[in-house]
């Protein structure tokens, strides 16, 4: 069959195809793919075009087949959207499961974080001076300017209103989420990245934590963290993991490719961020609007400290059950 | 069929046939990420005037829309569109390696990864990564098995000017074949001088005063048989 001939042939089914394949690309597509049977053509035009190519056929037409499969490929392997639209399914099941899948991971990045914290936050305790050689000067002039009774930023006693708490709500989505998904992202660094922020995390949190635990900063101080404390400070573990993650697959592939290694260890790592963010805005929400706000602090003690064991249930029992 | 130097790579499908993609170099990516930069700034700026008087809230809403911008931005237009508006000027789509349109995840991580990507500035990382590899893939590129391509290119359905249809002298072998055609195709993109130097490259053709209607005799043979179309 020359050219012609086969063009003449099959060029009604092309223009069917064509006409669905406008349609499935339409904004909101009225049709599916399936119903229109278009896979069944999808692989009719495949065969056409490889026929094409053997028979060496001109590149014009080549190249319009070509384009034609390549359109209907990008409709056909569409793929499942796995985050977003199943918000509740990853909240309930999704993500404290691969929290228990990378459990030694996520105690990794906990030591990291933690074991700086306590060290640095004992000691700072013992010499209230290390906060100014480790934030500097002027940096801890500002915090215990927060905090000292009667402290303009936070605290029983500052003038918060419903405007400026939105405004910290904000601030705090803004800088906070941030940190996580930097925390993450390092982890390409062979997990460098990742370890170095949650050291440094740990380090910068511990020596404030000391340094205001001496009065008169404790009195505000205490109460304001412990209640987002939970959230935020195991949100921060959480990105370290999914980073230490991405750098594990790099430093130990498994007999893959270390950049194939790396693309399988992705997916789970940043389901893993993905959570961590979402901690992090339940932290920013009740950091700005309850943390701040005149409760007593007997109540916020208890919240704050009942964030914890609620979030290790949640950790380790979540999602155990079969799907539905 | 593509030549070592070229910028095509292959995908086999598991319909058995093999889809052909044109990466996309830096340069087109980082002028369509200054184009993205400027339409986020503007947002910025515009956001930032409608919202100045709203006070607290107001700069509580800026900060969560420079949040969701800076991170998101890319997400989703490459999600949704299968490219940010910059990329799209450059006709640029970002696609997975099989070809297949981004998913959710792998829009999430590979623009994650971008604050590596871009480190120590001006994506740097990136751009050496990218130097580093065949498909000019940045590291987010890698994590995600995501790549650049150009996407939908006008086809063009040039048609092979007319001429008495006359056999070649000798057999041709299907690449000799597809080089008249291509050469057919072409020719009214050429100009004369420039037609008359390519077909001379055919040996039988050198010395010919007029070479390419020979060629365009051929190709129509090729195409429609001794028969005029």
Partial sequence: ?324 | MAAALDNIFGYQTPEGIELRHAVSGPLARGLAWLVDLAIKLTAYLIIGFVLAWAGGVGVGLILIFIFLVEWFYPVFFEKIKGATPGKKIFGLLVIHDDGTPLSWNSAVIRNLLRTIDFLPLFNITGLITMLCNNRFKRLGDFAAGTVVVYGNQATRRPKIADASPQPPPQPLTLEEQRCILDFCERTDRLSLDRRHELARLVPSLANSSEPERKLLAYGNWLMHGGKRA
């Fill in chain 1, 1 to 324: 069959m020359n050219q012609t001939q086969f063009e003449h042939n099959y060029a009604p089914t092309w223009a069917d195809y064509e006409k669905t394949l406008t349609q499935l690309e339409e904004r909101a597509p009225t049709i599916t793919p399936d119903a229109a049977g278009f896979p069944a053509s999808y692989r009719r035009l495949c065969n056409h075009y490889a026929l094409a190519v053997s028979r060496h056929y001109s590149p014009a037409l080549v190249d319009r087949l070509h384009g034609l499969v390549l359109r209907g490929h990008r409709q056909l392997y569409k793929r499942k959207d796995s985050i977003i639209r199943h918000t509740l399914g990853f909240i309930t099941v999704d993500f404290p499961r691969e929290i228990r899948t990378h459990g030694r991971l996520f105690w990794l990045a906990f030591a990291l974080f933690f074991a700086p914290a306590i060290l640095v936050g004992i000691t700072t305790f013992g010499q209230p001076l290390m906060l100014h050689a480790i934030a500097g000067e002027q940096m801890a002039a500002q915090f215990e300017q927060m905090y000292e009774p009667g402290g303009d930023a936070v605290g029983p006693h500052a003038l918060r209103s419903g405007d400026s708490e939105f405004a910290m709500f904000g601030f705090y989505i803004y800088n906070n989420i941030s940190i996580g998904f930097r925390t993450f992202a390092g982890g390409i660094i062979f997990g460098l990245g990742s370890v170095f922020l949650l050291v440094y995390n740990g380090v910068f949190i511990g020596a404030v934590a000391g340094h205001l635990s001496h009065p008169p900063f404790n009195a505000q101080f205490w109460p304001f963290v412990s209640g987002h404390s939970s959230f935020e400070l195991l949100a921060i573990v959480i990105s370290g993991a999914s980073g230490l993650r991405l750098g594990l697959a790099l430093i130990r592939p498994r007999g893959y490719r270390r950049l194939d290694a790396l693309r399988q260890a992705a997916p789970g790592a940043a389901r893993l961020v993905l959570g961590a963010a979402l901690m992090l805005l339940v932290a920013a929400f009740i950091e700005a609007f309850f943390s701040g706000s005149a409760l007593p602090p007997s109540v916020k003690y208890w919240l704050g400290v009942g964030g914890w064991p609620a979030l290790a249930l949640y950790f380790t029992l979540s999602g155990r059950r079969r799907r539905p």
